[in-house]
């Protein structure tokens, strides 16, 4: 898990991102219509391309009532709606799925990451019918990867290289000082992972792999950072990208090629609720309030929520013919 610092200015700017996109489905989703159906002045704007419909999840974050105690809980708060994917122009993005091996080779690992086991079930159980779905219907599929040189020899890889070219210049960084070195010598023992834990993490990130559920096909693209992932997403046509993978408050939002950066190159980024889990604290475990949340700011900020039985079903259902 890599961490970025992402400050609340930055995330007021993206929810602002996300109202826009909330008024664009307030305005092309009227009870049971669909986006690219006839506007309200007449003129018909048809999506194009390969489409399907599905049902998608989108938050209301309007209106706060101030006649009640908290205003927020008037907010109209998860609503669902039918939308068109354009499969020529959106692809599925299985990020950080990694074979983290078993709780008594990596103990330590284990200790530090509580969402491993809720990770390695969702590759058993819901990877493997997502991943045939979204294949037998033909859409892009794209794997961004980190953590270790694993995926290098893969052709998705290396054909991701030379479609993004020369990497940019890292961001510039203040130099650190004594003092700030202590404050992070401090946060290192005390924050995470533990400095008796991180033997096995050290370990465990060497031998990285793919999970076999999760291992690319052929030439499917891997990027290793968002460079690489916009070089696939313009060389493919793809303008949303559907993520899934680990973890939803974390790596799928802040890491390379993560949503926030994928944002800010205009690419509409969703998260499918079922296959993927959080990075969860002591406090929100039991019910994994941190995973709501995160799903709450995807579709305040980003883009849809979509389950996946509903998802795999619109991709095994027939196309929609937008000029119907």
């Known amino acids: 898990m890599r961490v970025t610092n992402v400050n609340r200015r930055g995330f007021l700017r993206q929810s602002a991102a996300g109202g826009l996109a909330a008024a664009v489905l307030a305005d ?58 354009d499969l020529d122009h959106t692809a599925l993005v299985s990020m950080h799925a990694w074979e983290t091996g078993t709780r008594e080779q990596f103990p330590g ?26 294949r037998g219907a033909g859409a892009t599929l794209f794997h961004v990867v980190g953590g270790g040189n694993y995926y290098q020899s893969l052709p998705g890889y290396q054909r991701a290289v030379a479609l993004a070219g020369p990497p940019p210049a890292a961001p510039e960084a203040v130099p650190a000082d ?47 950072n968002g460079h ?22 974390w790596c799928l939002l802040m890491s390379p090629g993560g949503m926030l950066e994928m944002s800010q190159h205009g690419v509409m980024c969703s998260a499918i609720r079922q296959a ?11 019910q994994q309030w941190a995973k709501e949340l995160a799903l709450w700011r995807v579709a305040l900020a980003w883009g849809f929520v979509f389950d996946v039985d509903a998802l795999i079903s619109a991709l095994t259902s027939p196309l929609h013919d937008p000029q119907a």
Not at 112 to 134: F, K
Request: glycine share 8%; hydrophobic share 40%.
């Open 109 to 134: 690992w284990y200790r530090a990451v509580e969402y491993i086991p809720r990770a390695q079930e969702i590759c058993r159980t819901v990877y493997p019918r997502l991943m045939t779905a979204v």
């Open 178 to 224: 004594a003092s700030l070195r202590k404050l992070q010598e401090l946060r290192s023992q005390r924050v995470f992972v533990g400095p008796h834990n991180a033997a096995d993490v050290q370990r465990g990130f060497a031998r990285l792999d793919f999970p076999p559920q999760a291992r690319p096909v052929g030439d499917e693209g891997v990027a290793e």
């Open 28 to 85: 092309t989703v009227l009870g049971d219509t669909v986006l690219g159906d006839t506007g309200s002045a007449g003129t018909a704007t048809p999506a194009v391309g390969r489409v399907l419909r599905c049902p998608a999840n989108y938050y209301q974050q309007f209106d706060a009532d101030y006649e009640r105690e908290v205003p927020a809980e008037g907010y109209g708060g998860w609503q669902r709606a039918e939308i068109e994917l």
């Open 228 to 249: 690489q992932l916009l070089a696939l997403c313009k060389h493919h046509g793809v303008n949303h990208l559907v993520y899934f993978g680990f973890a939803i408050n």
């Open 276 to 286: 993927t889990t959080a990075v969860e604290n002591r406090e929100s475990a039991r």
